[in-house]
């Protein structure tokens, strides 16, 4: 039984159509990459995974439990993830105040209401990942563990979140995330904007979070990183799965075909 798995997963804008019966399977311990051009409909299925987008129960099973109808504070509480894009640092909070908050379900209070006051005044609503309270949160990652993960983080710990760079910030968001001990972490665009070095220094994180035990699902539009760091690809387009195979198994004209379309 695969650990997350899409069957015939379509979903929809209004009267647009945005997928068209996409099957995607992640087992468990592995790292799957998702290319694809603008628009093919890569956000859409993390939208659908995640819950913002809901539809049949039984097109996305996680453990063989049907997740399609879930809310999104259900399926993080199965302790499915998602590195907000766009980072979504908290401003005014130092990067150990924005890590601790992704921690906060665990029992870690560490800043306890401060924390919780300061994000029900922006929110008008409870702190998201206290929603995730359900997963029981255990695992490796805790505040040391994602300072050796991304030791910059450490040495501005005290810093605001506008105090550091884009790839600093897209660090924090994923250290964020990973404080709750996901399951499966779903990284949608991580290197979006950022410089080559930097890019580097997020992807060489990857498969230390999969030694670690987590499962990733990274949505890419660079087809030479997805490569470098998955398992398995899919490549999608105008809503549909044009490919999957290991990176050693599919050949460049392979992609070629599979993200433009053929010539
Ligand atoms: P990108 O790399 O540009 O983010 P993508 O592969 O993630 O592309 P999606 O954002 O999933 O693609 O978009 C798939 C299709 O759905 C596109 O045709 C897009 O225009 C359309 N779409 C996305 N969001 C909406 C929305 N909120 N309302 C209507 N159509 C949308």
């Excluded at 908050?101 to 800043?111: A, F, N, T, Y």
């Excluded at 670690?212 to 549909?240: F, H, N, P």
């Amino acid at each position: 039984m695969a650990l997350l798995e899409t069957t015939g997963l379509t979903a929809r804008y209004g009267d647009f159509q945005a997928l068209f019966g996409v099957d995607v399977r992640l087992e468990e311990g592995e790292t799957v990459a998702i290319i694809g051009a603008n628009g093919a409909g890569k956000t859409t299925l993390m939208r659908s995974i995640t819950g913002v987008l809901r539809g049949a129960p039984d097109e996305i099973c996680h453990k063989g439990v049907s997740i399609g109808h879930l809310m999104p504070d259900t399926i993080m509480k199965r302790g499915i993830v998602m590195v907000p894009e766009g980072r979504r640092l908290f401003p005014s909070l130092t990067v150990e105040e924005n890590l601790l908050i992704g921690g906060q379900h665990k029992g870690g209070r560490d800043l306890g209401d401060r924390i919780d006051g300061f994000i029900s005044r922006f929110t008008g609503g409870p702190n998201p990942m206290e929603l995730a309270a359900g997963h029981d949160g255990s695992g490796v990652w805790s505040l040391d563990a994602i300072y050796t993960l991304f030791p910059v983080l450490k040495e501005r710990r005290h810093n605001p979140g506008t105090a550091l760079s884009g790839g600093q910030q897209q660090m924090v968001a994923i250290g964020r995330a990973l404080m709750s001990n996901p399951e499966i972490l779903l990284c949608d665009e991580i290197s979006l904007g950022l410089a080559p070095v930097v890019i580097r220094d997020i992807y060489a994180a990857l498969p230390k979070i999969k030694e670690a035990g987590t499962s990733v699902i990274v949505v890419e539009q660079d087809i030479g990183q997805a490569l470098k760091v998955a398992d398995r690809v899919y490549c999608m387009m105008e809503g549909r799965i044009t490919l999957e195979g290991r990176p050693d198994q599919i050949s460049r004209d392979d992609i070629h075909a599979a993200y433009f379309g053929a010539p």
